[in-house]
């Protein structure tokens, strides 16, 4: 049985997982609009990537026979100052999120909790990768500075992204 705060407190990351969905589909819009087509596709994946975020937390709860909440989800932004800005706050976003989830492995620790510190494990292993990601995306962005064929050459590559649930 999982603990009164660590129960709210996962419900609390299954939004904030949704959140980040709706962020990543607000930087989608942004980059679409700017004519980064492949970075724009490349924030798609990354939204379908955070609904199934959300999801794995989702089933979890239900299998824990935890009373779900599903708390309001916030506007998101579509306006950003440039390609290497938006893949910024990204990062960003994201080192925020690796630090809900190290908090909550430990909760979980303290809790003795060894299947939800289980599961915690799997994000945080997944939050090593994106913030890899996104950090090597930018260096290439800054490598480009303001470089038009750069930036296009890097927005093909960002096409090529596929979403692996
Ligand atoms: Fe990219 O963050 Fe989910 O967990």
């Not at 589909?25 to 990354?46: D, P, R, T, V």
């Not at 939800?116 to 260096?139: C, G, K, R």
């Amino acid at each position: 049985m999982i603990s009164k705060n660590l129960q709210e407190a996962l419900i609390e990351q299954l939004n904030k997982e949704f959140q980040s969905a709706y962020i990543y589909l607000g930087m989608s819009a942004y980059c679409s609009k700017e004519g980064f087509n492949g970075a724009s596709s490349w924030f798609l994946i990354q939204y379908q990537e955070e609904v199934s975020h959300g999801m794995k937390f989702f089933k979890y709860l239900e299998d824990q026979d935890v009373h779900i909440k599903l708390p309001e989800i916030k506007a998101s932004k579509v306006e950003y100052k440039s390609l290497l800005d938006v893949f910024k706050k990204s990062l960003a976003h994201e080192q925020t999120m690796t630090k809900n989830l190290n908090n909550l492995s430990d909760a979980a620790m303290k809790d003795k909790d060894h299947a939800t510190y289980n599961l915690l494990q799997w994000y945080v292993t997944e939050q090593v990768e994106e913030e890899a990601t996104v950090s090597e995306i930018i260096d290439h962005i800054k490598l480009v500075g303001d470089n038009g064929f750069g930036l296009y050459t890097i927005d093909k590559e960002l096409s090529s992204r596929t979403f692996i649930d």
